[in-house]
């Protein structure tokens, strides 16, 4: 993974339903020590699923969107001791610097954790496509942002000049 992106982290389900979830911040295991961090990362992933913008839905993958923040949620190969889909979930942030190569190093950052953690994710095109969209939409509606700035200053500009000199 690109020192550029240090900012993925990750929570999978613990197989068994007993074990903590995996979990991983900024490349480091979380303990289960770790309480503070654990319930942070796990508020973050459920604000931006709670009030973020699904941008991505194909099969058992999604990706939601709020501001910069993204999360992507991957079926793994491996069911869990119910039979039930045991979910892989990366939370990051999009930010203007991400480049070209940003969506493959996201997939590789993806199954770098799952077979640390011993999963598979199989549809790594999908979840590729997944990142691709969450970038597509961050880029989208940073132009919306910038539109929209450019709309008021253009108003207040207009009012500036409109407004009669002060000067003698």
């Known amino acids: 993974m ?14 068994d339903n007993l074990a903590l979830d995996p979990m991983e911040v900024n490349g480091c295991p979380l303990e289960e020590k770790d309480e503070e961090e654990r319930e ?12 973020g913008t699904r941008v991505f839905s194909e099969g058992s993958i999604s990706a939601f969107r709020l501001g910069n923040e993204f999360i992507l949620e991957i079926p793994s190969d491996q069911k869990d001791s119910a039979g039930r889909i045991a ?12 480049e070209k190569s940003w969506p493959d190093e996201v997939v590789s950052a993806i199954r770098d954790f799952a077979n640390r953690i011993g999963r598979g994710v199989s549809d790594q095109a999908a979840v590729r496509r997944g990142i691709e ?4 939409n961050w880029i989208s509606r940073l132009w919306v942002r910038i539109k929209e700035w450019l709309s008021a200053l253009g108003r207040k500009l207009r009012r500036h000049l409109a ?6």
């Open 2 to 15: 690109s020192e550029r992106y240090p900012e993925l982290s990750f929570q999978a389900q613990s197989l």
């Open 133 to 136: 969209a969450v970038k597509k």
């Open 87 to 98: 979910p892989i979930i990366c939370y990051g942030h999009v930010s203007r610097e991400s």
């Open 163 to 168: 407004l009669p000199s002060l000067s003698p």
């Open 40 to 51: 942070r990362l796990v508020q973050r992933i459920a604000q931006v699923s709670k009030s």
